[in-house]
């Protein structure tokens, strides 16, 4: 998180993850929380979701991010969660450690988060914390009472047992790591969910990570920019000014920026795009220098414009079309209306429509199927005279245009009956080949409990004694893969793969 290193700092809030793995308690936790915090009740029970919430706690401010699992996290995840401060760690007493928890240390870990581990469920029967304790030291995670350095704590999410030794360790870790703020400094952050209000339009919500954000301030995400008119805080409270480590909703943004992304304001007009594709570049290399290796998906960065032209019996109608598109988000791209006009559709229409690459809208209007483009253009013609029923079919159509192509083709599946040795890097394993077949040096995943545990390849296959090049479905066979941890088991599904780019 950015810490401004000057005399203006000021100390700022918690902004805490809670992590772990799925049905483990986490959003009974956030609930539990959100519903016994006091600003809650001063709002008289109103309670909008906004992606993060702010409590009071011994008079201190503590931010939680309330949608785990939420593509925001992701992304933010794939940062290295760098959003947060602190991490709690929720592992449910009667389930133990499981491998999204582990995922979870990884993240934690990576990000260099302090945590804090919640042992949950601890009102039920079949609890067993020191069970859950043992796993997390076998993971790496030593907690207190096993002699290590991460604190832990017994709660009952269902029935508040011990909530509040939990959020007295998240303040006593955020007084650890002297969290600060510059409070002088223009804004700047994260964007933590967007939606189209039919009343408000872009609705924003934000996490601001340090400085200070106010009405009028000009603000940029992502290549999007706009001027913030209204801010309200998470109780929807409007209000002029937030600081460093409040989730706020902004309006102002002209066009909606995409989730996870970073936002950063200031005084003056974003005004040239190439200042805010430096903005974007100086975040993204942070994220790079923050953590080595790490891939960022160009994808993030990229967005596609859909084009659009609207040609409608009535001006009103193309209007209101027109809005049906506006009310439309897809992840990564957005729409353009290139016009939204009366008329039928002519041979100028076409060319702008090959031109812009375009989807043309024909409602209650003719096409002049005879013009010579009309044939090569004719997939992107959507004809109608129900406006939902068009703008159906233009979402499919963008949709389809937006799925990724596959990159790669199933070729067989070979069920794991035994396991003859484990080496450090390889590993021989017996099964049936359940569909396809089993091909020498084919790349592999290892798939348990329907989820991907590790890749590798193929190195041999032995069929009846032989060596052999291949093996068909319905027929046993042993085959020695490379694959590092964790270590295939009889029960697992080792799928083969045939690669689909062009090289
Ligand atoms: P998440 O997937 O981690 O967000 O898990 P949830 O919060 O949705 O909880 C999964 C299930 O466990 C729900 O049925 C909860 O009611 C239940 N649950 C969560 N915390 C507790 C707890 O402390 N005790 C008991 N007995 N059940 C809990």
Redesign the pocket.
């Given at each position: 998180m950015p810490n401004s290193k000057n005399n203006n700092l000021i100390p700022r809030s918690p902004v805490v993850v809670v992590m772990?793995?799925?049905?483990?308690?986490?959003?009974?936790?956030?609930?539990y929380i959100r519903k016994t915090s006091v600003a809650e009740k001063e709002a008289g029970g109103i309670t909008q979701h906004i992606g993060a919430y702010e409590i009071t706690y011994k008079n201190r401010g503590i931010t939680f991010l309330d949608t785990?699992?939420h593509e925001a996290f992701s992304k933010l995840r794939g940062r290295g969660a760098k959003a947060a401060d602190v991490a709690i760690l929720?592992v449910?007493a009667?389930d133990g450690v499981k491998t999204q928890t582990v995922e979870a240390i990884e993240h934690i870990k990576k990000a260099e988060l302090p945590f804090i581990v919640a042992i949950?469920?601890?009102?039920?029967p079949e609890a067993n914390p020191e069970k859950v304790k043992k796993e997390l030291a076998e993971n790496d995670v030593l907690v207190e009472s096993w002699s290590g350095k991460v604190p832990s704590v017994e709660?009952?999410?269902?029935?508040g047992?011990n909530i509040n030794e939990l959020l007295d360790l998240v303040l006593l870790l955020a007084d650890l790591n002297e969290l600060k703020t510059n409070p002088k400094k223009p804004g700047e952050g994260l964007v933590i969910e967007t939606n189209l209000d039919p009343r408000r339009g872009i609705v924003a919500s934000l996490l601001i990570l340090d400085g200070i954000i106010q009405t009028g301030d000009y603000i940029s995400s992502g290549g999007v920019t706009g001027k913030i008119k209204i801010i309200e805080d998470f109780l929807g409270n409007s209000i002029t000014q937030a600081h460093a480590s409040s989730p706020v909703i902004v309006i102002g943004f002209t066009e909606p920026p995409q989730v996870g992304e970073k936002f950063s304001t200031d005084k003056i007009p974003f005004t040239a795009a190439l200042k805010v594709a430096k903005k974007i570049g100086e975040f993204i290399e942070k994220s790079f220098d923050d953590e080595p290796g790490q891939i960022i998906e160009p994808e993030e960065k990229t967005k596609n414009t859909f084009n659009i032209i609207i040609k409608s019996d009535f001006q009103s109608s193309a209007e209101a079309i027109k809005e049906g598109f506006e009310k439309m988000i897809f992840e990564n791209s957005n729409i353009k209306i290139l016009k939204a006009e009366t008329g039928n559709v002519n041979a100028g229409n076409l060319e702008l429509a090959d031109l812009s690459d375009a989807i043309i809208i024909a409602f209650n209007v003719k096409v002049d199927t005879t013009l010579s483009l009309y044939g090569k253009l004719k997939e992107k013609v959507i004809s109608g005279n129900i406006i939902y029923e068009v703008l159906d079919k233009a979402k499919k159509l963008i949709e389809t245009s937006l799925k990724p192509r596959p990159e790669r083709e199933e070729t067989g599946q070979l069920q794991i009956l035994a396991v003859f040795r484990k080496e450090k890097n390889r590993q021989v394993v017996g099964g049936k080949v359940t569909s396809g077949e089993i091909v020498k040096n084919a790349r592999i995943e290892i798939v348990r409990d329907d989820a991907v545990i590790g890749q590798g390849r193929i190195i041999s296959i032995e069929s009846e004694k032989k060596e052999v090049g291949k093996v068909e479905a319905g027929r046993e066979t042993g085959i020695a893969v490379d694959f590092g941890e964790p270590k295939i088991a009889v029960g697992d599904t080792v799928v083969l793969f045939r690669s689909l780019k062009q090289n």
């Open positions: 772990g793995h799925v049905d483990h308690g986490k959003t009974k936790l956030l609930d785990p699992g929720v449910a009667d949950n469920k601890t009102d039920k709660i009952s999410a269902k029935q047992k």
